[in-house]
């Protein structure tokens, strides 16, 4: 039996919920399911204690979730939009992330803020942008970006069970998306990437919905006999270098593809590291697939036009593999 991503991430939350009495829902309507009806229904099986609506204030959300996991709970919160995750910053990044550092582990914020980003047609400047480089920057937040339905289950699940404060990124485009889930007890390592397809050419690295251009891109690029690994990062914070380096170490080419711009991404803090670690190991240089540096347009047609898809990745696959035969390799 297939399930939509939206319909994985409900299983998730109601699982944890019966499982620990304290994981508790908040956020903007989530008595009513949500903006996306990912908390549909959970209010009627678990009481308003548990799943509270609280008023349009994301910095009060924010704190009254800290305070309550300050305090033992596992709360479960939802920002409608990864734009107005902005109106959260202050508690996130002065309060959440710190307090297990400034009480010398003595304290601890097991709390999970599921945000949703991404262009999905016609949202506009203010409710589709990818702002997850902003959060990568923090030290002591986690930042989990799933790239199917099954990866969210897990990871979500994972998430809840840390202990720590982690940022939960759901790409509106993927919500429809259907997969078939198989539960079998075993749940995705936060900090762990995937190897979502084994190739010898170049290491092509993307995460959340640019994961499926890339896998498209693979299947195109096999055609003319280019063989690309894939790597689904999964998480951005802890980065996992690991399974990075030892892709690299085997293909000598990378390229970095992510929905968010490119000035200050994800990508540019991979291309560094690469650069700086794996320098040796490379047979031409990083290049990075991105959006360029404007706000998504409202019009479907200009949206279309600005972001980054399975051509861009292949034509820059394309590119470093040309660039290496140019060097001599």
Known sequence: MTQTFIEVLRRALDEEMELDPAVHLLGEDVAEGGAFGVTSGLAKKYGAQRVRNTPISEAAITGIATGAALC?????????????????????????????????????????????????????????????????????????????????????????????????IEHKRLYALKEALVVNGELPQIGKARVARVGTDVTLIAYSAMVRNALEAADEL???????????????LPLDMATIAASVSKTHRVVIAHEAVQNGGVGAEISARIGNELFDELDSP????????????FAPELERALLPGTPDIVHAVRAVIGLSALSGE
């Open 286 to 297: 990083v290049t990075r697939v991105a959006c360029p540096f404007a706000p998504i347009p």
């Open 72 to 168: 033992g709970l596992k709360p479960v919160l939802e920002i409608m939009f990864i734009d107005f995750a902005t109106l959260a910053l202050d508690c996130l990044v002065n309060q959440s992330a710190k307090y297990r550092y400034m009480s010398g582990g003595q304290l601890a914020v097991p709390m999970v803020v599921r945000t949703q980003a991404g262009a999905a047609g016609g949202a506009a400047a203010q409710h589709s942008q990818s702002l997850e480089a902003w959060f990568i920057h923090v030290p002591g937040l986690v930042v989990v970006s799933p790239s199917s339905p099954v990866e969210a289950y897990g990871l979500l699940k994972s998430a809840v069970r840390l202990g720590d404060p982690v940022l939960f």
């Open 222 to 236: 096999a055609r003319s006999g280019i063989s690309v690994e894939v790597i689904d990062l999964r998480t951005l």
